[in-house]
């Protein structure tokens, strides 16, 4: 990785950390209303992947390719792109985003030389999700089986997707009996939000899939082609038991944490992850830093969807905090994963930490044509030319409006 000591000392009214969605989003309000040189944004990569699109490549239905785009073609023109990575903060930097695919080897013994050995693979790697494809592609027989870590996740229901999509591909190769597709999840239930459950329980029925529950990844043993799960009680604490599985096919769901620098400077909590206010987006020690994205620790699921309903906060407060007053617009926690769960049908999950808050008046628990639509040709045009441009704030003005049509989302 390139790594200059020190960037340059030099003063920028804005200072983003991280060229994500929340960065770029970010940066770009940001520098369309400040003038020329008020806004710099670091980051290393010279490649974006359009993260919410990795779901659809592990499963054959776009290509990387498709959800690639050079940094320098999307860094806005009136700011300044500082090509490095942040190593280090004092207290009066400004910070904003993200959290990479980087970190998630962290808690599973062997699992990061496993992705180089046949059989594992994870969408959420950009160097691992087409072997997924391929993966399922060549499968003769076995397990198949699919994770859920212990631990924050970027986009929850990636993993249950994973086995969704596998599960439609191995029917139409006519090979689905030699195989016994398992989805091991950490969590009590198949997801975390009540009102999606029992849909995705039925959906996981119907495709004969084995959810074994309160299951947590903890080894790889490439040599056996086994997994090895710690199993959890009713509270979630390990307790002596485990479960080692052979796999013909293992995709991890990685545990997810924040980017080194962030995790060991002032800004972070305990866990790592930014200390912010759950409402206002901003840090609660430093007044002048505000985050976005997923290297925060508020209560919200960690996905582009949530991003866009950050951002709108983030321009309001920020720009009060530039003008000395204080921050008082308040992030609702709203989140969407459009649960993909075959090849051609999709279930709009939307929520914020209380339950559901869906967006359209139609039924968005049942699988639909509609909703893979949206998630697989108008969410990726949204991301590029809305949300990283800055453009766009989330649904929830057009909630408001189909609520006129259906009074209760609950
Ligand atoms: C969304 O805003 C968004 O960000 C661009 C996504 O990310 C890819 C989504 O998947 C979804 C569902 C939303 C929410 C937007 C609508 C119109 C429901």
Known sequence: MRRSPVVSAKYVKLLVVGGGAGGLGAASKFARKLPRGSVAIVEPHEDHYYQPGFTLVGGGLMTLEANRKKQETLIPSNAEWIKNEVVLFTPD?????????????????????ALETPGVCSNYSPFHVEKHYKEVMNFKEGNAIYTFPDAPIKCAG?????CYITDSILRQRGVRDKAHLIYATSLKRIFGVDSYIKPLEKVAEEKNIDVRTKRNLIEVDTSSKSATFQILDEDGIATEQTEKIEYSLLHIGPPCSAPKALRKSQFADRTGFMDVDNATLQSKRFPNVFGVGDCMNTLNAKTAASVSSQLKVLDENLSLVMQGKKPYTKYDGYASCPLVVSRHRAIL???????????????????????????????????????????????????????????SSK
């Open 93 to 113: 930097s400004e910070c904003s985003d993200i959290e990479w695919w980087r970190g998630y080897h962290l808690r599973i013994k062997g699992a990061l030389e």
């Open 158 to 162: 990636a993993p249950q997707k994973a």
């Open 349 to 407: 999950a939307e929520f914020n930490p209380e339950g559901p808050l869906e967006t359209t008046p139609f039924n968005q628990k049942k699988p639909s044509f509609w909703a893979y639509w949206l998630k697989r040709h108008f969410m990726p045009y949204l991301y590029w030319n809305g949300l990283i441009k800055g453009f766009w704030n989330g649904p929830a003005m057009m909630r408001n409006f189909s609520r006129l049509v259906k009074p």
